[in-house]
């Protein structure tokens, strides 16, 4: 009679068990299902309750709006605005140019003169009729390694070949600086009262390789 009384009192106690125990979270977060009617153990020990774990069920997360594909906005840089003076301007057949073309050539021949050397004449001095008189040309600055022929021409009232020996042009300026022309005069083939002075005059004449400078012509007189 007492084994029956400690029977019932056991499966009362495992039922009220059932009854009040509150579920317990499974490890992973769910709810544990307990059964009510799960029978006591034969030997009278602690009844072990048997749990069906809930799956979870996690949240479909919503799409967010605007989650299709974005087409790139291309970016547009700024065009630099060309600089003044870049490069080289191009002008139409029929556009003309500000500045006076006679000008701009002149200032590049000055430019090109201020490189070449400069030619002067002079003469030494008047000469004596049978006598040997000179010109002499100076050529600034000095071709040290070279020399330099330099044209020039004759006038006056003397006479190639009557009062003077004709003279060849081009004069030579060796690499001192200097050069000579030398008028040999003559004895004067005309009659005796007519006898005066007659004068030579050298003139030096622009070419390639130098520029005439001034004096550009020099005089000498044949005196009786």
């Keep these: 009679m ?26 992973d977060g769910g709810p544990i299902s307990l059964r009510a009617n799960e029978a006591p153990s034969p030997d009278g020990g602690p009844t072990y309750l048997r749990t069906t774990p809930v799956p979870r069920v996690r949240p479909t997360p919503a799409p967010r709006p ?7 906005v291309p970016r547009v840089r700024p065009t630099p605005a ?40 002079h003469s030494t001095d008047n000469v004596t009729r049978g006598e ?29 070949g009557v009062d003077y020996v004709a003279l060849v042009s081009p004069a030579y300026i060796g690499h001192s600086g200097y050069g000579v022309i030398q008028i040999k005069t003559l004895r004067d083939p005309r009659a005796s009262s007519h006898s005066q002075a007659y ?26």
Excluded: C, H
Excluded at 66 to 72: D, K, L, Y
Excluded at 101 to 113: H, K, L, Q, R, T
Excluded at 204 to 213: K, N, Q, R
């Design 132 to 160: 040997i008189g000179s010109f002499v040309l100076e050529m600034k600055p000095a071709l040290m390694l070279a020399g330099m022929y330099v044209k020039f021409s004759v006038s006056g009232t003397a006479a190639a």
């Design 2 to 27: 007492k084994n029956r009384n400690n029977a019932f009192t056991v499966t009362m106690v495992a039922f009220a068990l059932t009854l009040t125990v509150q579920a317990a979270p499974s490890p």
């Design 66 to 72: 605007n989650s299709g594909p974005t087409t790139p």
């Design 199 to 224: 004068s030579v005059v050298i003139t030096l004449e622009d070419a390639a390789g130098y520029s005439v400078g001034n004096p550009s012509s020099a005089t000498m007189w044949i005196k009786p």
């Design 82 to 121: 060309p600089r003044p003076n870049s490069g080289p301007v191009n002008l139409a057949a029929n556009e003309g140019i500000g500045a006076d073309p006679e000008e701009s050539s002149g200032d590049s021949a000055s430019a090109e003169d201020k490189r070449m050397p400069v030619i002067t004449v």
